[in-house]
């Protein structure tokens, strides 16, 4: 598979457009920089870049209006990075449209991690939902059959943990809120999100955990929702 081309690194920073930069620099062959978020809607819009690093606290518009803008018309994964540590604003930016958030000050080599991540699952995203046989660590996953065998023996789901699973895998690598789970897998608004959640999810890492204690296929981002990693 081709690496990807390019990726637009959204900062009002030079300092932090310069890390960014540097940190993804093997990565793509292209890198395109933006200081304000009209800026970076425009060049967006001109390059369509593969994967966009966005700065929340921008000087003309907030990221959240980024995301919106770019959502309406590009499916390219959206990254976010800011100093901010509210669950309320990870949670506002992921249902406007972003697909991971990084928090200021950040390690390069988990910033470049999360990158790669979005652009594997943007490559294959159409594939784990749908038909595609997926392989994490000793486990083969055949949505599309509807079977799971780890370590090469049969494991059982009950439907609402299939719907669960196939959501995770939908996105998979991807940071979904307890909120977009809970209407991907119940269809419904209304509820505890949470509550309904922990029970499956916990259901899920028993069966597909090699250590259900310290999950390394599942992820909870605390407060926010969960990640299920295709490199676990």
């Known amino acids: 598979m081709p690496p990807p081309t390019s990726v637009l690194i959204v900062d009002d920073e030079p300092h932090i457009r310069r890390a960014v930069r540097n940190a993804l620099d093997e990565d793509f062959d292209r890198i395109l920089e933006a200081d304000t978020g009209s800026a970076a809607v425009d060049l967006a819009a001109a390059h369509r870049p593969d994967v966009v690093v966005l700065d929340l606290s921008l000087p003309d ?53 999360r990158v790669r991540a979005q652009v594997r699952r943007a ?10 046989v997926v392989r994490v660590a000793d486990l083969v996953i055949d949505a599309g059959a509807r079977t799971v065998k780890r370590a090469n023996e049969n494991v059982h789901l009950t439907p609402t943990e299939w719907d669960l699973l ?67």
């Open 61 to 113: 518009k907030p990221g959240v209006w980024v995301c919106t803008q770019l959502r309406k018309w590009s499916t390219a994964p959206i990254v976010v990075l800011s100093a901010q540590h509210s669950e309320t604003e990870k949670i506002r930016l992921l249902d406007a449209g972003a697909d991971d958030y990084v928090t200021k000050p950040f390690h390069p080599g988990e910033l470049v991690a």
């Open 123 to 132: 490559r294959l995203s159409e594939v784990p939902g749908d038909e595609g």
């Open 166 to 232: 196939r959501a995770f895998l939908k996105d998979a690598g991807k940071t979904l809120t307890h909120q977009q789970l809970f209407r991907a897998v119940w269809a419904v608004s209304s509820g505890d999100p949470q509550q309904y959640l922990r029970v499956y999810v916990a259901n899920l890492r028993r069966k597909l955990e090699p250590d259900s204690v310290r999950p390394r296929l599942i992820i909870t981002e605390p407060g926010v929702g969960y990640r299920f990693e295709v490199d676990g």
